[in-house]
């Protein structure tokens, strides 16, 4: 860790301090943050999971393929796309079904409005208000109004990207197993496109905003896993990449990565056999720097981020690299939609049955689903591994790391401080309390 | 129903709350970007954890998102009721059970058991069957769907402030179809549980090319005999369709064995698709 401890560090070793958050708040789902220092020491710490759990994967025994992606899209509104994407690959594999390529480019499409969504929504609704000393983005619609309607155009506009496609943002309709059922009007995606081109002037302001405000040196060495494409930038494709230089093939992926409950936490925490790991926004542009589109190039080198970045408050900053290439992205499936058409289209069939695994990068990381089929079309059993519970390791350790290094400061800042670093790592708690089917075979 | 509302004379505080969901419902509110700015001029929003440090107890209108699925979330739901004047129900979770009722068709230990496997025991992880916030409070109004639409939060929230009673859409999904210009479902080959559903989502699903799925529940007096002999005409049983029912219409099933309005036996699978 290259954190220096400071000149106070002497009166910081007699320090103790009880630090209780109740249900962090500008997060999404419910979490405690527990801290208990005793002259100096961690004698307690734990991020505890107080959602209620949901036992999606229990739920979904006996339901037909064609509800699965409708039912498990219901674990998160805010990465709905991403379970559903994830969901539809389990299950197409499962069943042999193919996708059309029209289908393919809306998708991904839809995609890239939900990472812009939810990055947009984590930047000025979550984060951004920490910056300014505030509770919310409510009283900066006031103090500094353009720079509230900034981040509010940008969110509309990601989910304007995400309802041209599916419907709506939240439970996308249109996305179906064997492709869209739903095919966008030629204007609707004209107008979509000029918005998209017009708003790398509010993208670039906003890395501006970003780049203004001091990061914490923090930097702890860790493996960061994410997907990793063999074409492009992994969100929607690609297979599972270690920053420790090795790939993991999908379907060893629930092997590699180890879930274990703890008493604390209705989300089970993660491991590989190297111990803690990263994934999301900064695993994601660590593992895929050489794939970012030109504009989200510059922007990386604007802020400073090259790989291997290793502290996890960069995770805002790499959600902002991503927003540019994003949005370079769905302009670029948006011309090549217009080229054919887009037209209505049939959707593929069923071939078979059996097991099937979908990975798909969500905006706070690696998502994996995983389903057995019955020859009826039932769903026999369910997997899924959720970005937030993979992270939560990490979080409870770097808080072990961090908060040593910062306990000379009054209790207040503690606070803040440790509350500000969960919050980087974007954790989507009511996703995380969705999990996991251990006894899976 | 609600008689008079007693906030439209001041700013009236808003809270947000939320219990065993997705937290969708709650996003659609943040979804309405271009009417913020506005919205906070006439209210001051109290509580709301997903987007606000800021917390009170002081709040006119609570809008209540999620299932109940907790005891401790019995006991946080009670203490809502008695400092609101007003609680909503936000989206289908909370008005109707929604999908989270789909577990309450195992036993709960096996559910536990299925996902945590030996650590079911841990504390965070006891469970009882979802069931609507209405099971356990007294409800003044219902925004239903999953997830709600962003009109129907604005146009409630108009309402309360003009101190009118909020509509309730209580016609059937067929209706909204209709006047969508869409092809009914049914003449494409495919089943859907529309004609018996509460309307006021303008029938987006089967606009971008889906079937109703139930998420708004049943209407408030729905006809199931005339549904069955739809159902009966293209080809159906009603048996088969009732399995859609408990998509959304899992409490009131868990509760008696049955959907709204249907004195059939409990249903069985059937074997229709459900996209083209």
Known sequence: ?441 | MLKSVPVAAKKPKLAFFSFTCCEGCQLMVLNCEEEFPGIIELVDIVNFREAMSLRSDDYDIAFVEGSISKKEEIKKLRAIRKNAKIVVALGACSSTGGLNCLKNRFPMEEVKKAVYGKDARHKPMDTIPARPIDSIVRVDHYIHGCPVTKEEFLSTLKAFLLGKTPDVPNHPVCVDCKMAGNICVFEKGLSCVGPVTRAGCKAVCVTYGCICWGCRGPVDDPNMNAHGETLERYGLTADGILKSFDLYGGYRIYKTGRPAGHDGPPAVLDGRKRHA
């Open chain 1, 1 to 441: 860790m290259a954190h220096q401890p400071s000149s106070t560090a002497e009166n910081a070793m007699h320090k103790s301090h009880g630090i209780n958050v109740n249900e962090v708040t500008r997060v999404e789902g419910h979490g405690n943050i527990v801290i208990n220092i005793k002259k100096g020491r961690i004698e307690e710490l734990r991020l505890e999971i107080i959602e209620s759990p949901r036992f999606f994967e229990a739920m979904l025994r006996g339901r037909r393929y064609d509800e699965a992606h409708h039912i498990m899209s219901r674990i998160c509104g805010i990465c709905a796309v991403s379970h559903t994407s994830a969901s539809l690959k389990a299950i197409e594999s499962a069943m042999g079904i193919t996708i059309s390529p029209q289908a393919m480019l809306l998708r991904k499409l839809a995609f890239c409005g939900e990472t812009l969504q939810s990055h947009m929504l984590h930047l000025y609704f979550l984060v951004l208000p920490d910056f300014f000393g505030e509770g919310s983005i409510v009283p900066l619609m006031k103090s500094h109004r353009d720079m509230a309607a900034m981040g509010l155009g940008l969110k509309n506009l990601a989910n304007e990207i995400c309802a041209v496609v599916g419907g709506r943002h939240v439970h996308p309709i249109s996305l179906v197993p064997g492709g869209v059922t739903h095919a966008p009007k030629r204007d609707e995606l004209e107008k979509l496109r000029d918005r998209l081109a017009g708003s790398f002037k509010q993208l670039d302001r906003t890395l501006g905003l970003f780049s203004s405000f001091p990061v914490p040196e923090f930097r702890k060495d860790r493996e960061f896993i994410s997907l990793k494409a063999r074409k492009g930038y992994a969100f929607y494709d690609g297979s599972p990449f270690s920053s420790k230089k090795d790939s993991i093939r999908p379907e060893t992926y629930a092997k590699k990565i180890k879930e274990y409950a703890v008493p604390h936490s209705a989300a089970k925490h993660a491991r590989t056999s190297r111990g803690t790991f990263m994934v999301g926004a900064l695993a994601r542009v660590n593992n895929n720097y050489s794939r970012l589109a030109p504009s989200a190039k510059k922007a990386a080198g604007r802020l400073g981020l090259k790989p291997l970045s290793t502290n996890p408050f960069m995770n805002n900053h790499a959600q902002i690299i991503e927003c540019f290439h994003a949005t370079e992205e769905a302009i670029g499936m948006i011309t090549a939609l217009l080229l054919t058409g887009p037209k209505p289209e049939g959707i593929g069939k069923p071939k078979g049955f059996g097991t099937g695994i979908g990975l798909v990068e969500a905006p706070r990381g690696t998502l994996y689903h995983e389903y057995a089929i019955t020859k009826d079309g039932l769903v026999e059993k369910a997997n899924c591994i959720i970005p937030t519970a993979q992270n939560l390791r990490s979080i409870e350790d770097d808080l072990r790391h961090y908060v040593p290094t910062i306990l000379d400061r009054p209790k207040k800042e503690i606070t803040a401080a440790v509350e500000t670093l969960v919050r980087a790592y974007d954790p989507c708690i009511s996703c995380a309390t969705h999990i996991m089917n251990v006894k899976f075979v």
